[in-house]
């Protein structure tokens, strides 16, 4: 199975400043076609995981453009610029190149 | 716009199947462009991938599960299924169906909390 680490594990945060999470595969997550298959999901508090980033550096319909990610190989990086207090919850990358499907550990991020 | 609806027990004992469906809206599980997904997350832990189906009938389970688990789809009814054999306090846990395209999973159920429990 492919490894995803993510670190740090708890992020505290202060609004307006901006947050890098590190997620490391132990296997390269780039496919023949030249995409990553690494994705980025938030579960804020009591809800459901929600997409932020696909493929590596792509973001999802509704995100906001303070979310970005890249990254290539096995390392990873989502970045959040300018923190805003919604974007308190657990942070999760996730790799989709093999099976079985993985997710890392997860990166709580507080105010 | 696509919603997903899990349901079944909340309360399973050791030893039983754990059984559960996905109420699919807003879209067909005929559909050939994503896969149908399960994933748990136990109390206070990361999230779990349980198995996915294929429009087709093609499923793929985590080894860690596959000789307990058994991804089903109704057509007639737009729903797919999760089964979970010889259930342990270990497998409790808030199960999520969701769509999967290519890669991403953009579409997640509310949640549903399972517990295993005599």
């Known amino acids: 199975d492919i490894v995803l680490t993510q670190s740090p594990l708890f992020l505290p945060v202060t609004p307006g400043e901006s947050a890098s999470i590190s997620c490391r595969s132990s296997q390269s997550l780039l496919f023949s076609n030249g995409y990553h298959y690494l994705d980025w999901y938030l579960q804020k508090p009591g809800q459901s995981p929600q997409l932020l980033i696909y493929?590596?550096?792509n973001r999802a319909s509704g995100v906001p453009d303070r979310f970005s990610g890249s990254g290539s190989g096995t390392e990873f990086t989502l970045k959040i610029s300018r923190v805003e207090a919604e974007d308190v919850g657990v942070y999760y990358c996730k790799q989709a190149l093999h099976n079985p499907l993985t997710f890392g550990g997860g990166t709580k991020v507080e105010i | 716009q696509l919603q997903l609806q899990e349901s079944g027990p909340g309360l399973v004992k050791p030893s039983e199947t754990l059984s559960l469906t996905c109420t699919v809206s807003g879209a067909s599980v005929s559909d050939s462009d994503y896969y149908w997904v399960w994933i748990r997350q136990s109390p206070g832990k990361g999230l779990e991938w349980i198995g996915s189906i294929y429009y087709g009938g093609s499923t793929y389970y985590n080894p860690s599960l596959k000789s307990r688990v058994t991804i089903s789809v109704d057509k007639s009814k737009n729903q797919f299924s999760l089964r979970l054999s010889s259930v342990t306090a270990a497998d409790t846990a808030v199960f999520y169906c969701?769509?999967?395209?290519?890669?991403?999973?953009?579409?997640w159920g509310q949640g549903t909390l399972v517990t295993v429990s005599s």
């Open positions: 969701a769509r999967r395209g290519l890669t991403a999973i953009p579409s």
């Open positions: 493929l590596g550096s």
